[in-house]
């Protein structure tokens, strides 16, 4: 005969069970990498190039992880550096999937190299933003940059209106230090660049510098100098500041007694305080916080599954990429105090160390 208490006790100890298994299914699944929102702990992994050029580690990331912070008090920010590796930031961006990442954050080392990482990202949901670098091959959410072409062009045309100033446009050749041929967005200052000078000014040597080198900048420019002769050389296009510096160390290497106009992008505060002394012509201010703080708020609308509206779209040979261009701003000498220190880039006291003091009074920053 069956024990109908001891039955029933049983079959409630059964039911007990099959609610506290269907209770905790739901929770384990949590956070598995399917680009679905962990909760209200959303993970955003950013992957930067490297720290070669002063702008990644002392703007973009300190930037992006506080805007995230002030929007998204408890998402969490997982980031990398590739150090100019490229192998190194694929396995960079599967630690990312591995880690949960439920939005990517991505600026390329090699941007033609990393449509595998994006396209798996993709099938596990997770949004992907080109930060900076538009990657090549595939699409994906969104790409926040600057107008790359313009500025190229306005690279150009700020050399040719100092070679004309000096009366030397068409006294020599000048030299172009172009960027990585890894980095699309070296292809696009290139061609602006080449936009503005092509016809009028005589182009004597032009590399494409790997890893945008400073050091490597330093030796194409020594190369040409003692290809071209010193009393050739008449200005020098260089897409960033960190290039620029090589190819001062260059100049006064070869013993300029004046050096010849000189390009920049990026407003590195040793090429701010070239530009006062007048070791180099201008840079390229780009707007660092506006970048990374727009990519913050992208990043974190896409945790939340949300997909704000793209004023542009950018065409990366494989897809229409929903973009925000941003401006960049050229400076020179005269403008210093009413743009860079103005925003709060640097301060007057950063800038004006005391071997720059008296370029500091000159230009009206003390």
Known sequence: MVNLSRHGDLMRRITLSLVAIAVLVPVAGCGTGDGKSNGDNPTIALLLPESKTTRYEAFDRPLFEAKVKQLCDKCKVLYFNADQDAAKQQGQFESALTQGANVIVLDAVDADSVAPQVNKAKQKKIPVLAYDRLIAKTGYDYYVSFDNVKVGKVQGEALLAELAKRGTTDKGQIIVLNGAPTDPSAGDYKT?????????????REFDTPDWSPDKAQQETEQAITALGKDQIVGVYSAND?????????????????????????????????????????????????????????????AKGEHPEAPAKTNNGAADIPSFLLEAIAVNKANVKDTIVKDGLYTVADICTPDVATACRAAGLE
Do not use: C, W
């Open 242 to 302: 960190g290039m620029a510096g090589g190819a001062v160390a260059a100049l006064k290497r070869a013993g300029f007694a004046t050096l010849p106009p000189l390009t920049g992008q990026d407003g590195e505060l040793a090429a701010v305080q070239r530009i006062l002394t007048g070791e180099q012509t201008m840079t390229i201010y780009l707007n660092y916080r506006a970048q990374a703080e727009k990519s913050a708020e992208l990043a974190v609308a896409l």
């Open 192 to 204: 602006g660049a080449h936009q503005a000078l092509d016809g009028k000014v005589k182009i004597g």
